[in-house]
T-cell receptor
Framework: EADIYQTPRYLVIGTGKKITLECSQT?????MYWYQQDPGMELHLIHY???????EKGDLSSESTVSRIRTEHFPLTLESARPSHTSQYLC??????????FGSGTRLTVV | GENVEQHPSTLSVQEGDSAVIKCTYS??????FPWYKQELGKGPQLIID?????GEKKDQRIAVTLNKTAKHFSLHITETQPEDSAVYFC???????????FGTGTRLKVLA
């Protein structure tokens, strides 16, 4: 009974294409996050939002952008995909500090 | 800034044995310490957490201990089962922020 949804689960796309990874949550959480997970498992925060119209860059520099127009929706966009963007992208949400809920992730491959 | 170190990076145990994963953090103001389990093809799931005003918390076969003086916390899994095989992450939340600093993960394998 996942309350946070990421689509697509898998995406293979050519270099130079524009892509948007979708993330939606039904819990009414005000805080949402995007993490990039490398093959070595580590989780790197790339974007976060503490509410509508509020977005901040995370600890890992990323060429992606995000928007937060609605509480439940936090999409991530890459204007021009490159092979270096190949990774697993995880979306999470929370109410306050206690306990992030993660989505199942989008595995992106740029060829 | 806050840093969280996690050890070991891989751990293999026989079914029925205990597993212990340790984390240390650098920011003494951190006040919340969750543990996540990530199974293959899924996102991390919260399995247990502890706040800085508590020294130990237990939930069935899993427990977490916190030593604020030494700035380390540990995950203990007893009577391990094959379904415990996964990657486990610790995290610390510095006071005044909603962001987590994650450890580098431990790949646990429970051998039947």
């Amino acid at each position: 009974e996942a309350d946070i949804y990421q689509t697509p689960r898998y995406l293979v796309i050519g270099t130079g294409k524009k892509i948007t990874l979708e993330c939606s949550q039904t819990m009414g959480h005000d805080k949402m996050y995007w993490y990039q997970q490398d093959p070595g498992m580590e989780l790197h925060l790339i974007h976060y939002s503490y509410g509508v119209n509020s977005t901040e860059k995370g600890d890992l520099s990323s060429e992606s952008t995000v928007s937060r127009i609605r509480t439940e929706h936090f999409p991530l966009t890459l204007e021009s995909a490159r092979p270096s963007h190949t990774s697993q992208y995880l979306c999470a949400s929370s109410e306050g500090t206690w306990g992030y809920t993660f989505g199942s992730g989008t595995r992106l491959t740029v060829v | 800034g806050e840093n969280v170190e996690q050890h070991p990076s891989t751990l293999s145990v026989q079914e029925g044995d205990s597993a212990v994963i340790k984390c240390t953090y650098s920011d003494s103001a951190s006040n919340y310490f969750p543990w996540y389990k990530q199974e293959l093809g899924k996102g991390p799931q919260l399995i247990i957490d502890i706040r800085s005003n508590v020294g130990e918390k237990k939930d069935q076969r899993i427990a977490v201990t916190l030593n604020k003086t030494a700035k380390h916390f540990s995950l203990h899994i007893t009577e391990t089962q094959p379904e415990d095989s996964a990657v486990y992450f610790c995290a610390a939340s510095p006071s005044g922020t909603y962001k987590y600093i994650f450890g580098t993960g431990t790949r646990l394998k429970v051998l039947a």
